[in-house]
């Protein structure tokens, strides 16, 4: 399993690692990378499926949360995220041959090969 964490300050690295930790409890097995950017007034979160492009993925924005809010929001946007490209909740299944994400132009869709 891959995951990879980016922040630019060792805060910001602390809560890339605190997002992959919530997203390996949530969904486990999935190879998600989590970028941390800006400040505390306008920064965020970026957290992406490494099948997919490196553009595709969901933004938290720079909002003040709870710990509890922000874990509910974080595991609410990847579940809508693998929703939105028909893998299921829970433990990932690198078996799935072909994926279509929906909202993405036919012609940007990303097919993975078997073997």
Known sequence: MILYQEGATPAQHALAHEVLEILGVAYPGHPWA?????????????????????????NCKGATYSSSAFKREVIIKAGEWLERAALKRGRYDDDQDHYYVEGVPLKDQHYKEKG
């Open 34 to 58: 989590v970028r941390v950017y800006g400040n505390d007034s306008g920064g965020g979160v970026f957290i992406t499926h490494l099948d997919f492009p490196g553009n595709w993925g969901m």
